[in-house]
């Protein structure tokens, strides 16, 4: 380094590499300079001075300065190690790894590029590259324990365990007998329960479980030793001595539901789907009833019957379980039960259970002789109000809760329990309301304040909740401190509101500062690599990496990406000069609109103003001396995100990772269809509906696809280009492939589909669309197969009681369609009346007892206050002040 | 955990983070809408003020305030003291109440006093168990409601002397 400077600059050039290591960069941009005063070429410094400048926030002067030191001397492996780092901190990492490669050709054996190539490489996946560097390494070092150990996990997830095994046996062998000291005990014991899981995981099970007992002593983690040890004896088919230490490890935590899968299997009782035949139930129910004699605290003893037990052994054994939980009063008790429900016949049982309790103790409870406490009827009206609201029964589930509410008013869940009924039967506007109360009961709780921010955005009331949900954050702070938490579910709940409302350009911003936090998470698995080879974690890190191999197939990530192709598609259909139009205003009148207009306008005004205030009082931190810049978001609304030239390239990019992570996803091939119609690619969305009749050819979006794409493809003109021919020769070929129109036309699929689905309204609708798409004259014919349909009571079984089988979610697409698709405001009317019938609080349908009728709850809203000021209607009726209060407070009305 | 079958009741101090749990209780207790000197009162009365709750359920209240007289002596007033009807007869008042006796006591308060309406008999056998005694009545007290006349019950506490 800085060889071909005279002595005095090169220790000069020696200090620029040490202020940069130690951060005194001022000091290094000084001793560069001096350095050029004299060689204003030298290739090395004019480096280092560009990317000690990085790190002073000097971004476009570090990247000039780093390529003209690379000019002036590129064979120095230095520009090129220091260019690698530069591209580094952006997170160029492939462009890292390439100057890199490029340094390690002038100086092959550099350890500190080679390691820091290793890490990128690991970050890449890059797995056969990572395997070459830590060989490297390696051989380079071979008295490092972390080079061992990053050589072997490199030829692990290179997916070859056995080598792994071996070079860690190899570096077992280099290690004294009496190894490991005291202080590095945990370590060498994570160490050994890693190689044992790779021979594990190889399908060397014999030897993983010898080498476990040998090495007994010097594993730490005895919970982890006992676990592997349990999975290796059960895979050997050692099942006796399976159950055995099963029963140990329950006896040390009896309430870990993996223990009572794995004993099951141990003793031939365990099936994926929970089917069992009537002698294995019996064998269970024995097995249980023998376990719960041993573990008597436990609670899942008690409740891993109630999943096999059938008939009248799962009502005894449900009356035990739940009686004493109602007497106790444990509010997360439905949550426990709900899976039940999904159980054919038991949510009839539950609910005959569940009345009888309610029954008796109203008989009993005037004498006391039982000694029930008053707040068993409480926590049984609790229940009953969510086990009707899981029924689909709002109209009784109301009545319990407000019963319940009557009872005791002070319990918070009451008030968050109706408002998850009323935002079931479709009044959200009531349930953000209700959530409001709750929120006000208890102005400590995060949990029930972030409850009442997710109705609020429910209800399309952003500023309010805006307002709410930063009663949380950091002082100051605000809004980018949400974004700094990653606070997903509030970014993606307000980009839905904002799509709502057609405010397009901030309902992207939302979606995609999720999609910017899976970035980020991937991004932060970084500084892992080297940490945990150091730490020993090995198991945790493996697992970690393989969490982010599929870390963009979660459901967050999934909405976000799905909203934000949602964005583009609208805004591709309805580009920006013409005014965004509202969607779902059906039930507001143009004074309400211009009302909602002002009320945007004026309140942009007043953030706008609130960021200015933000940003002086930032500089004037950053004056003070703390370095605490925070970027101003330089486009908060969105506008510059709206002004693409090509929103479908940019759905496009989503889309790829949506196909990739969620291939299984309905809604994936949906998005990818709707995209690619509008860019005219034929075969991807050829591509898109095939995947769709593969998923699921009876869903009736998959058929409009199909028909609407062969419909499209009908009415193109004839092929002119190769390349066109060449699509068309393509779908000629396909189609007779695809069942659904062999030998028939568009038409009579749509017959046929219609045959199979005659019962199901949204098949009908389906099929309706479909018939006016392919014949616009047909439009009479197409209203009247919707209006046909008939809405019956679903049979009892399951989950639901006698309940209507229609959907909110479905009628309401129902009307979209007729008023937007077939455009037939009397048909649609009409249907909005005939669905406020069937959701009497739905708002939507402005349904008899919803609040768009009802006003006092639109009322309440405006004069929610947001700290807690908070009245329930019953209070506002109450004549609050028909006596001066001067004397008043004093009046007393003793309860005893 | 104890016998288990004992539910257990705990007070616990008044603030604004909980204060609407008071203000629920008294919609419901009384059929007053108490205005927010009140609720300023209850709040700066510290240890005065209580929620009780029972088995962790919020069921009952007692809210003071601490009166200056002439000369400096301090007096407690009880503004209000319920119990939700479902939990009474379980010893809730009693246990409110005695809360606020023995802090009279503890600080060496001389004289606890209320207001109750006169014909609020279980109100004032209730206070009479406690020691409270009428000392006054005070004719057309309430505007709005029959009898508007209530009585004044006072108890005068000895300095704690004797008592632990």
Redesign the interface.
Known sequence: MGASLPPKEANLFKLIVKSYETKQYKKGLKAADAILKKFPDHGETLSMKGLTLNCMDRKSEAYELVRLGLKNDVKSHVCWHVYGLLYRSDREYREAIKCYRNALKRDPDNIEILRDLSLLQAQMRDLTGFVETRQQLLTLKPNHRMNWIGFAVAHHLNSNGAKAVEILEAYEGTLEDDYPPDNERCEHGEMLLYKISLLEECGFLERALEELHKKEPKIVDKLAYKEQEVSLLVKLGRLEEGANLYKVLLKMNSDNYRYYEGLQKCFGLYSENGNYSADEIDRLDALYKSLAEQYTWSSAVKRIPLDFLQGDKFREAAVNYIKPLLTKGVPSLFSDLSPLYDHPGKADILELLILELEHSIRTRYPDRTEKEPPSTLLWTLFFLAQHYDRRGQYDVALSKIDEAIQHTPTVIDLYSVKSRILKHAGDLVAAASFADEARCLDLADRYINSESVKRMLQADQVALAEKTVVLFTKDGDQHNNLHDMQCMWYELASGESYFRQGDLGRALKKFLAVEKHYADITEDQFDFHSYCLRKMTLRAYVEMLKFQDRLHSHAYFHKAAAGAIRCYLKLYDSPLNSPPEEEDNTSKTPSQKKKMKKQRKAERAKKEAEEKNEESSASGISKSGKRHLKPVDPDPYGEKLLQTEDPLSEASKYLKLLQKNSPDSLETHLLSFEVNMRKQRILLAFKAVKQLLRLDAENPDSHRCLIKFFHKVSSMAAPETDAEKLVWSVLEAERPYISQLQEKTLSEANKIFLGKHEDSLMHRVAVAEMLYTLDPTKKLEAVKLIEDSSNKVVPTNGALGPVMEWKLKDCIAVYKLLDKVLIDQDVALRWKVRCAGYFPYSTYFEGSRSSAVNNLLNNQDITTSVNGGTSHPEIKQSANSFIPNGKLEAFKNLAI | MGSG?E?AISLDGVR??????LK??N?????????D??YADALASGEFTKLAY???????SIACRLEKKEGGAIRVYI????????????GI?TRLLNHVLDLCSKQNIPEIY????TN?E??IN??KKFGFEITETIKN?????EPPD?FVLTKFITPSQGKK
Do not use: E
Not at chain 2, 16 to 21: A, E, F, I, S, T
Not at chain 2, 79 to 90: D, F, I, K
Not at chain 2, 114 to 117: D, F, I, N, P, S
């Open positions: 079958r539910v604004d983070k909980n204060v609407m749990q629920k209780l919609t419901v207790l009384f059929p007053v809408r108490y205005n000197k009140y029972y088995s962790d359920i919020c069921v009952g503004m209000t003291l319920g119990v939700l009807a479902p939990y009474r007869g379980l008042g209320l207001h109750v309406q609020n279980d109100a209730f206070y007290y309430y505007t709005n409601i209530c």
